[in-house]
T-cell receptor
Framework: AQSVTQPDIHITVSEGASLELRCNYSYGATPYLFWYVQSPGQGLQLLLKYFSGDTLVQGIKGFEAEFKRSQSSFNLRKPSVHWSDAAEYFCAMDSSYKLIFGSGTRLLVRP | NAGVTQTPKFQVLKTGQSMTLQCAQDMNHNSMYWYRQDPGMGLRLIYYSASEGTTDKGEVPNGYNVSRLNKREFSLRLESAAPSQTSVYFC????????????FGPGTRLTVT
């Protein structure tokens, strides 16, 4: 069955430190992959997407993600976290008219 | 452009009451979706409409009905609300059936007592 797994429920990093959020998918072919961010009380906003081609994709707010087919992963990274990055992050996979979401990772940022 | 709008923002219902959540988009998108978000479970698809005039069940359709009123509007109805339907509901829309970004509304927080 197709699925998306985000193994970390919470992650805490210090402001200015680097960040990596993990995402693994289960799919028979090359999927379309997305990362969304949700600030408290808000809807979801797209950070970046991968369709094909270059496996390192750049997004908004200084985020990037790398698609690794051999590991079935699409991890989100940011070299230096800002306090405003505190939010919940969702990895998602396109599955024939639908998005399948991971359960989310809540990012906390220490001053 | 307003993007995706949802009404109401908050609602409290008693068990057994009915209500309709409204969603509208002004981006001329073909596909629209209803999700529910519960703690620790991400977003789960309730129903979707790949194009005007079509609707299909998602992962958790029981207890809900939908209407794609026109290309802009997609409503979600709870006929007899249950406490298990306490959740945050998001509407989303996208340009095409696959591989396109979904745009989300701000959500409706529903509590069923």
């Amino acid at each position: 069955a197709q699925s998306v797994t985000q193994p970390d429920i919470h992650i805490t990093v210090s402001e200015g430190a680097s960040l990596e959020l993990r995402c693994n998918y289960s799919y028979g072919a090359t999927p379309y992959l997305f990362w969304y961010v949700q600030s408290p009380g808000q809807g979801l906003q797209l950070l970046l997407k991968y369709f094909s081609g270059d496996t390192l994709v750049q997004g908004i707010k200084g985020f990037e993600a790398e698609f690794k087919r051999s590991q079935s992963s699409f991890n989100l990274r940011k070299p230096s976290v800002h306090w405003s990055d505190a939010a919940e992050y969702f990895c998602a996979m396109d599955s024939s008219y639908k998005l399948i979401f991971g359960s989310g990772t809540r990012l906390l940022v220490r001053p | 452009n307003a993007g995706v709008t949802q009404t109401p923002k908050f609602q409290v219902l008693k068990t057994g009451q009915s209500m309709t959540l409204q969603c509208a988009q002004d981006m001329n998108h073909n596909s629209m979706y209803w999700y529910r978000q519960d703690p620790g479970m991400g977003l789960r698809l309730i129903y979707y409409s790949a194009s005007e005039g079509t609707t299909d069940k998602g992962e958790v359709p029981n207890g809900y009905n939908v209407s794609r009123l026109n290309k802009r509007e997609f409503s979600l109805r709870l006929e007899s609300a249950a406490p298990s339907q306490t959740s945050v509901y998001f509407c989303a829309s996208t340009e095409g059936p696959q591989g396109y970004e979904q745009y989300f509304g701000p959500g409706t927080r529903l509590t069923v007592t």
